[in-house]
């Protein structure tokens, strides 16, 4: 047995796993591959931000785990999942173009099971809908019910029961699920769930629940687990990783924990994210810059300029406090590539507002910024609020922000020219074979020519040109 597939079998004997349903699932499913040839199949598609991603491995490593095999695509599949994400308009909406397009593929297989979780399941109005209005749909569940998922299947295909099984806020963690890796040197790992702030756009609180952290033995072991497999770099994961352990009686903070992920053999890149404004502290600035593996890299999200909006935002901090933040980190860790979330278009912003979001992307120099027009979700409090802002006028101040944050970036990229970087490769470019793309520390995605085999490694490049999102070099 590999060690991968037995670090899979010891978490996939977490208690919840372990039932009588389950392993009549088990056997059943071990019969149709002795009778049909092959294992049933699934295909879990994902919508949103990295905690639905590492959501769906966890999908996977449950579904693996009773005996189901994973398809490439969802024309043959026995299940498919839909991971949703609800955090603007248009996640929501190619959720249900997609849905649209899977009732066609249910009639012609009528024996398809067709399962819906993630955030827009936690939404009960969403919920109704999915359920009033797309009957096909036989399993749904929300972002406190993964571990739930073999019974689910177990009410539709031996009880012949559509299933849906939501907690609203869930104060337990569930740890030790099985969990199918989509990269064998990378993970994320989760050390926060559910968030507290209610910025007042966002509607991640209401479907997330309350913020929880994981005890940091709970993190250091798995981390150890990843190490043992052959990671190299891990994503720690929180809506704010800057609050981790606010709750535990005793003191141990989100710097404390790099300090401990640190000595783990094996890990090169500690990387986290997010990082609210409010609570970063000169102890984490510190652990940034002392901790050899944690990556020079700190994404901060901004939101906007003005400190009205910020104000109405609920974000909690200045621009004024903000650009203190980028000065000392800037001070600290020289070479620290900061990047950014930008709103354009909050209710209420002015032209003035607007500008001072411009004048803080040119004093912060991101080296790189997501950025997104306004979207109204319903149940938050910026949803009721007056003067939401024309369409035009939004998507006329997204297009001049981007006018002002794009040549920044390729600055930053091409301070790198002639220098030498460490890279982890990820992936062979999708358009020609014989080029490899990989990340430094501070996140610049670098393409180079190299084989194969390379894929996984951490490898020197020197950079000999650049553009706005990438640059080019070579392998030395
Ligand atoms: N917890 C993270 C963000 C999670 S959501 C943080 O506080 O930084 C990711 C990003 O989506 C946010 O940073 C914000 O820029 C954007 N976002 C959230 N709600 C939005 C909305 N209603 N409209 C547009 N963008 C939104
Ligand atoms: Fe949303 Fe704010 Fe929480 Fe981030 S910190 S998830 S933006 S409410
Ligand atoms: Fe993430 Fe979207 Fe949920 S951004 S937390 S998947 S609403």
Redesign the pocket.
């Known amino acids: 047995m590999s060690k991968r597939d037995q670090i899979i079998n010891t978490l996939s004997a977490d208690t919840k796993l372990i039932s009588e349903k389950i392993n009549e699932l088990r056997n059943n499913n071990e019969q149709y591959f002795v009778l049909n040839g092959r294992k049933k199949t699934y295909h879990v598609l994902t919508y949103g931000?990295q905690m639905n991603e590492h959501d769906s491995e966890k999908i996977a490593g449950i579904l693996n785990s009773i005996g189901y095999e994973e398809s490439d695509n969802d024309k043959n599949s026995d299940l498919i999942i839909f991971n949703t994400c609800l955090?603007?308009e248009n996640a929501e909406l190619k959720f249900f173009g997609k849905l649209g397009a899977v009732k066609e593929l249910k009639k012609n297989r009528p024996d398809m099971l067709i399962a819906v979780c993630g955030c827009m399941m936690q939404n009960d109005e969403i919920r109704q809908k999915v359920l009033n209005k797309y009957r096909f749909v036989d399993i749904i569940f929300g972002t406190n019910t993964i571990q739930e998922l073999p019974e689910l299947i177990y009410n539709v295909e031996i009880n012949k029961n559509k299933s849906v099984e939501i907690i609203d806020n869930s104060e337990l963690i569930y740890e030790n699920m099985p969990k199918q890796r989509k990269f064998n040197y990378k993970a994320l790992v989760n050390i926060t769930y559910g968030?507290n702030?209610f910025?007042t756009?966002?509607?991640?609180p209401y479907v997330r629940g309350r913020e929880k952290s994981r005890e940091p033995q709970e993190i250091i072991n798995e981390v150890k687990l990843l190490a043992e497999d052959g990671c190299k770099e891990i994503t720690l994961l929180?809506?704010?990783v800057n609050s981790y352990g606010t709750t535990f009686e005793e003191k141990f903070t989100f710097s404390d924990l790099l300090y401990e992920l640190n000595k783990i053999d094996g890990i090169e890149r500690i990387r986290f994210?997010?990082?609210?404004p409010k609570d970063l502290s000169d102890d984490l600035i510190t652990a940034i810059k002392e901790l050899k593996k944690v990556c020079n890299h700190v994404?901060l999200?901004v939101?906007a300029g003005s400190n009205n909006v910020l104000k109405s935002m609920n974000r909690k901090y200045t621009k004024e406090h903000y650009l203190t933040l980028v000065e000392k980190l800037r001070k600290e860790i020289p070479d620290v590539a900061i990047t950014t979330?930008?709103?354009v278009g909050f209710p209420g912003e002015t032209e003035e507002d607007f500008l001072e979001t411009i004048d803080l992307v040119e004093k912060s120099e991101y080296d790189s910024a997501?950025t997104?027009?306004?979207?109204?979700?319903e149940g938050?409090i910026?949803a009721k609020m007056e003067n939401q802002i024309p369409e035009d006028v939004k998507h006329d101040r997204f297009d001049r922000l981007l006018n002002v944050l794009y040549p920044i970036g390729l600055k930053k990229n091409e301070t790198c020219i002639g220098k030498t970087y460490s890279v982890l490769v990820e992936s062979v470019s999708k358009n020609a074979n014989e080029y490899l793309t990989g990340r430094t520390e501070h996140f610049r995605l670098v393409h180079f020519k190299g084989d194969e085999s390379l894929l996984g490694k951490i490898v020197n490049v020197k950079i000999n040109s650049a553009k706005t999102f990438h640059m080019e070099g070579e392998l030395v």
């Open positions: 931000c955090v603007r968030c702030n910025c756009y966002c509607i991640v929180g809506q704010n994210m997010t990082s609210h994404h999200p939101q979330d930008i709103i997501f997104f027009l306004y979207s109204v979700r938050t910026a």
